[in-house]
């Protein structure tokens, strides 16, 4: 799900090089006059109306890909971030409604992650990223939302160390029984810094 009232501002502040339009993404930038560079997907839930505009106008290169397939349109468009040689990939519309697709996007982001590229789910109330290094700091003037949630995406996060929170920890075992022992911490310093000494960690910085 796209919000509109978002993700459009997010897009002009953030001035991206390079969008990829991914199946009903293109409906998003159709509605919002947003020129993709490039156009992928098998847009079986696209109005063939728009996916025509698109193929007439010549706009960007569109490649087309039959539904019965082994990976997602998610999953292409990341492809093609990571070939292209993105610094750093965000997501809009990956989260809301399908669940199914949301974890399967969550496993994108550790193969950005293998190669230490920055990735980030983004909507309205969340910002979703598995940070690349072990030892960190978040601004609390520059953080979204109020909340910082983390969790291990495997078996564990290895000795985490939390500074500059409402809730500190001290190098503490995050494991995947952990429940809900990070999640809903605040930045009570300037900065909030992170430490851990293995794993991958999921960060969710919330609002309400």
């Not at 109306?49 to 290169?61: G, Q």
């Not at 909030?192 to 293995?198: A, L, M, N």
Request: hydrophobic share 35%; glycine share 6%; proline share 4%.
């Amino acid at each position: 799900m796209i919000d509109q009232g978002f993700a459009l501002p997010f897009i002009q502040k953030q001035n991206f090089d390079i969008i990829l339009a991914a199946d009903k993404g293109l409906e998003f930038c159709y509605e919002n006059q947003i020129e993709p560079t490039y156009i992928l997907g098998d847009f079986d839930s696209l109005s063939p109306e728009i996916l025509s505009y698109y193929k007439e106008h010549h706009t960007a290169p569109i490649r087309e890909f039959n539904p019965v397939k082994d990976n997602t349109d998610t999953d292409i468009a990341f492809d093609q971030a990571l070939a292209l040689g993105s610094k750093e990939i965000y997501m809009i519309g990956a989260t809301g409604g399908r669940l199914d697709h949301f974890i399967s996007i969550l496993q994108n982001m550790k193969t950005a992650w293998e190669r230490k590229v920055p990735a980030y789910i983004v909507d309205s109330n969340n910002l979703i990223t598995l940070p690349c290094e072990n030892d960190f700091t978040i601004s609390r003037e520059e953080q979204f939302g109020k909340y910082v949630s983390f969790f291990p995406l495997e078996e564990e996060v290895a000795m985490i160390t939390l500074e500059g929170f409402k809730y500190p920890l001290e190098h503490r075992r995050l494991t995947n029984t952990s429940g809900g022992l990070c999640v809903s911490n605040e930045i009570t310093e300037e900065y909030g810094h992170v430490i851990y000494e293995g794993g991958i960690l999921i960060m969710v910085q919330s609002k309400d």
